[in-house]
């Protein structure tokens, strides 16, 4: 499995081990994936803003996401520009745009060119690394 991009300090990975469920440490720390159609958020229609579960720093609008048929939550862009950050992942022998917190480097998914308009894009995410503040 792939080790974490960002380099904690043991102090830091042991508060995020204690806060984290396993498999929000294992998506967010380890750039691993949780299996499609399990995640919380694969196919909610409820309003609000994603939190990244990490730093809550925001991240997509309800009002982007969309129903991709991959089994993860899908958005077509970014609440605001700069709030998700890409890199290059060659992790399963083909190259993938990952895509990060800008905040903390938490890893959320990945980003694909086949998305609807108006953007084209397909953030495709793992619901273990979100975190949905309703509106009221």
């Given at each position: 499995?792939?080790?974490a991009?960002?380099?904690?300090?043991?102090?830091?990975?042991?508060?995020?081990?204690?806060?984290?469920?396993?498999?929000?440490?294992?998506?967010?720390?380890?750039?691993?994936?949780?299996?499609?159609?399990?995640?919380?958020?694969?196919?909610?229609?409820?309003?609000?803003?994603?939190?990244?579960?990490?730093?809550?720093?925001?991240?997509?609008?309800?009002?982007?996401?969309?129903?991709?048929?991959?089994g993860?939550?899908?958005?077509?862009?970014?609440?605001?520009?700069?709030?998700?950050?890409?890199?290059?992942?060659?992790s399963?022998?083909?190259?993938?745009?990952?895509?990060?917190?800008?905040?903390?480097?938490?890893?959320?998914g990945?980003?694909?060119?086949?998305?609807?308009p108006?953007t084209?894009?397909?953030?495709?995410?793992?619901?273990?690394?979100?975190?949905?503040?309703?509106?009221?």
């Amino acid at each position: 499995m792939k080790s974490a991009q960002n380099p904690q300090a043991p102090s830091r990975r042991s508060e995020l081990r204690r806060r984290l469920t396993d498999l929000e440490y294992h998506v967010t720390q380890e750039a691993g994936t949780e299996r499609p159609f399990t995640g919380k958020y694969w196919n909610s229609k409820e309003d609000g803003v994603y939190l990244c579960v990490v730093c809550d720093g925001q991240l997509f609008a309800s009002g982007a996401k969309y129903d991709s048929g991959t089994g993860w939550p899908s958005f077509y862009e970014q609440i605001a520009e700069h709030r998700v950050e890409e890199r290059s992942d060659h992790s399963h022998g083909w190259v993938r745009t990952e895509v990060v917190c800008s905040r903390c480097g938490a890893h959320l998914g990945h980003l694909f060119p086949d998305g609807p308009p108006p953007t084209g894009l397909r953030y495709c995410i793992n619901s273990a690394s979100l975190r949905l503040a309703q509106e009221d």
